[in-house]
């Protein structure tokens, strides 16, 4: 619980006092409880909420000028290293790493979850082929809520955990289904006998024609770490909407969908996509120089850099850049591409342009090139970042339904027109 220090901020205002409470968490700064601003007549005003702690959260804490990422208190490094992606779930859902029983538990928990209603598997007939693959997801998650809404109360504490199982454990199958989709291939159901990451390589790259296809162990560890790379990360824009979408009693299955929407944007989760386009238009190091040129000028951005709050080196992309080294090398891969994307950091890390706005690779950066050695097409990318963060927008619907909360509502600056008739 965060604790009253006792110290107060004052506004003056108008001639007046207002004592603003100050509140500490265990980590990062403190905050001041702006709700009696209200009371004078005004409102705080945050575009972006750059400054703005919309909730309390024990999942992630994130310290942007470290560049620390801890999920319930252990770094992401270690567990990137040290754990699997189900066990990093179970953490972000439970508050603590499962012990060898709960584990196993939590594995045939999942794996007994991870076939979807066959009615689902229509839903995908209504796309193009060509549609992009986050639409897709957009419609057939935001579709799962038609199946599990009637009887559903979010009040009660087994319904929502059900719901946190059901959805770690479904879309995988789902992801791997919108992909087989697009290329018109017959989708591969889940099995029991493989583990989580394996399960949805198996799912995206076998076929009925190949009965003993069997997945690369090197692949599958790649996969399960970055699944675990993207598995939370505190209130960014698409864990806020579904805290915002759930915070009106919505269904969690329509919340995940709108999370899922709000991370398709380039400027969230689509970066690693647009960075895997990026690297193609600029197709060889002798052209970087007149790209670095373009994105001074602000006519593009330097995909896969800056971020909101890491003004150092985002903790994931030096993990993602360890991952890409093992896998390319595992595989005798020799990708121009991976020595593209490092003469693009080494310019930007030595450029001042990008050191006085503290700009730094972010999570996005890397993570196309081994995506792409592991055979996942670019417009599939930022699938993958949808299912992994599926259990870190859970975790935060769940932690909000816990407790007390209040329906989300922002307010705003009008500077729109005053009143006025219609005159016929
Ligand atoms: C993710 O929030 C999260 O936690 C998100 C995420 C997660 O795990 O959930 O970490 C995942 O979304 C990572 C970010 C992926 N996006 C990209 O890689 C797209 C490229 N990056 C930018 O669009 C940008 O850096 C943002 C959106 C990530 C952050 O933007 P901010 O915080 O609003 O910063 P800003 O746009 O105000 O930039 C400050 C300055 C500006 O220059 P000036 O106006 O001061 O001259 O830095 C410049 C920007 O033009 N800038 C960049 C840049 N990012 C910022 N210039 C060139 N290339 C860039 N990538």
Known sequence: MSEATGKKAVLELDGKKIELPIYSGTLGPDVIDVKDVLASGHFTFDPGF????????????????????LHRGYPIDQLATQASYLETCYLLLSGELPTAEQKTDFENKVRNHTMVHDQVSRFFNGFRRDAHPMAVMCGVVGALSAFYHNGFDVENVDHREITAVRLVAKIPTLAAWT??????????????????????????FATPADRDYKVNPILAKAMDRIFTLHADHEQNASTSTVRLAGSTGANPYACIAAGIAALWGPAHGGANEAVLKMLDEIGSVENVAPFMEKVKTKEVKLM???????????????????????????????????????????IALSDPYFIERKLYPNVDFYSGIILKAIGIPTEMFTVIFALARTVGWISHWL???????KIGRPRQLYTGSTQRDIKR
């Open 304 to 346: 896969g850099f800056g971020h909101r709050v890491y003004k150092n080196f985002d903790p994931r992309a030096k993990v993602m850049k360890e991952t890409c080294d093992e896998v390319l090398s595992a595989l005798g891969i020799n990708d121009p591409q991976l020595e593209l994307a490092m003469e693009l950091e080494r």
């Open 50 to 69: 750059m400054a703005t702690a919309s909730c309390e959260s024990k999942i992630t804490f994130i310290d942007g000028d470290k560049g620390i990422l």
């Open 399 to 405: 932690e909000m339904h816990s407790g007390p909360y």
């Open 179 to 204: 992909y087989k989709y697009t290329i018109g291939q017959p989708f591969v159901y889940p099995r029991n006998d493989l583990s989580y990451a394996e399960n949805f390589l198996y799912m995206m």
